[in-house]
């Protein structure tokens, strides 16, 4: 019977001879130990139950990396570690969340010449080895929340076959090398939260992505760059970008209709919103808040039937919510705080309503009925700083200051008959 081993408080030791040492939780004295590679003597070291120093050592005429090889390939039946059919060499590697710390030594995993996958991510991780870049066959990479700093090389370009690259929430700053434009196979690129920068990035190069994000960085220049191939998922979000975006149909032959996720919020964009969001018809989910459009009313979106999430928050939006946002059957968040709309809050019939923003506008009468009936079924909603009437006898008093500061709370007589009641006389004896 294989045994399964797992990995809590790893943490590479830069000692020379060591793969690694940590933890392992029951794990017997015997297994997992590559027989042919370590002297009988090296075998005695091994520690006692629930902790292994795996020596990797250049004997028995195997050098350092089929030693390695062959150990991995004996314990191929541990968690997270994947082989070939053959048992032969390793193919992939999952430490995620192992509680890694410190920088990855060299001559460790940078000698797993056939890794495909590897994802070292959520651990504490500050460096990597100078064999790292060396991965010819690697497809899925990801490295997201560690502490990883300085700059990207251009040795990432050895990576001829990734398809996948994470290295979002790390410290990586500088930027972004031109190698990566030779990653032609590249489908999905995340380099979100970091500090890396750069201006009029151009994405064309990679022709096969289809998700980007590079969200929470310090890229500026024309937005309008980005706007390339079969791009489904776009994150450029709190960046420094400009442009006007209502241009970008007109000097790009980008096909809208692959569009699914957009996020602009959080950048420095001017002029108006798009004009040909109706081309978008498989967009899901569009952010486009926190920017310095013109004022402007309120775009056409009833054509995007497949709408799950709408924020135009603090984008100039003036005139009224139309009534065709209703239509939007799939909608589950609104946002449109922080704008100059006026008149009435549509019916908002839509089904799968969750979270509605509406605060901070100059909107005036009745919250619908039909409004009030979800709010007990809703995640998150705030009509605060309008000119609104509404009637909720059963809404919370602390909900009523935060939800609808400014409003006022008016129901009929009618809907509270316990008005109606009087104090009985109190007759003196």
């Known amino acids: 019977m294989s045994t399964k081993c797992t990995y809590p408080n790893l943490e590479f030791t830069d ?78 590697l999952v430490f995620s969340g192992m509680g890694i710390s410190g920088p990855v030594p060299d001559t460790t995993i940078g000698k797993l010449s056939k890794l495909q996958a590897l994802d070292l991510s959520h651990n504490k991780i500050t460096d990597l080895p100078s064999d790292f870049w060396s991965f010819g066959l690697l497809k899925s990479l990801n490295l997201s929340s560690n502490q990883i700093s300085g700059s990207l090389t251009n040795n990432i370009g050895n990576f001829g076959l990734l398809q996948v690259f994470d290295l979002s929430s790390n410290n990586f700053s500088g930027q972004i090398p031109e190698a990566i434009s030779s990653l032609m196979s590249l489908k999905v690129l995340k380099l979100d939260h970091n500090s890396i920068n750069g201006s009029d990035l151009d994405v064309s190069g990679l022709k096969s992505i289809v998700s980007l994000n590079i969200s929470g960085n ?23 970008f400009e442009g006007h975006i209502s241009q970008v149909h007109s000097i790009s032959n980008y096909n809208w209709s692959h569009l699914v996720y957009l996020d602009l919020s959080e950048n420095q964009l001017v002029g108006e919103i798009f004009q040909n969001l109706n081309e978008s018809k498989n967009l899901k989910h569009l952010n486009l808040a926190h920017n310095r459009f013109s004022r402007q009313k309120f775009p056409k979106i009833e054509m995007l ?45 839509n089904k799968n309503l969750q979270v509605l923003d509406l605060s901070n506008n100059n909107l005036s009468g009745d919250v619908p009925s039909s409004v009030i009936e979800k709010l007990p079924l809703m995640e998150k909603y705030n009509f605060s700083y309008n000119n609104l009437t509404f009637c909720a006898l059963e809404i919370k008093p602390a909900i009523l200051l935060t939800a609808f500061h400014g409003s006022v709370n008016s129901c009929p007589i009618a809907a509270n008959p316990s008005l109606l009641k009087k104090e009985p006389l109190k007759i003196r004896e």
Request: glycine residues 6%.
């Open 15 to 92: 000692v020379k001879a060591d793969l690694y040492q940590g933890e392992l939780q029951d794990l017997p004295r015997r297994s997992c130990r590559h027989p042919l590679n370590v002297r009988e003597r090296e075998r005695e070291r091994v520690p006692a139950k629930g902790t292994l120093t795996l020596k990797v050592l250049e004997e028995d005429g195997f050098s350092i990396l089929p030693g390695l090889q062959l150990f991995f390939s004996f314990c191929c039946s541990w968690h997270g570690v994947s082989c070939d059919a053959k048992r032969e060499h390793v193919v992939g």
């Open 218 to 240: 310090s890229f500026n220049g024309s937005v309008m760059s980005m706007f390339h191939g079969r791009l489904e998922v776009m994150d450029l979000s709190r960046n420094q």
């Open 305 to 349: 039937s497949r709408l799950e999430y709408l924020n135009l928050s603090k984008t100039s939006l003036i005139g009224y919510i139309p009534a065709e946002i209703s239509k939007l059957s799939n909608l589950s968040a609104l946002d449109v705080s922080m704008n100059h709309l006026i008149g009435k809050i549509p019916l908002l019939s």
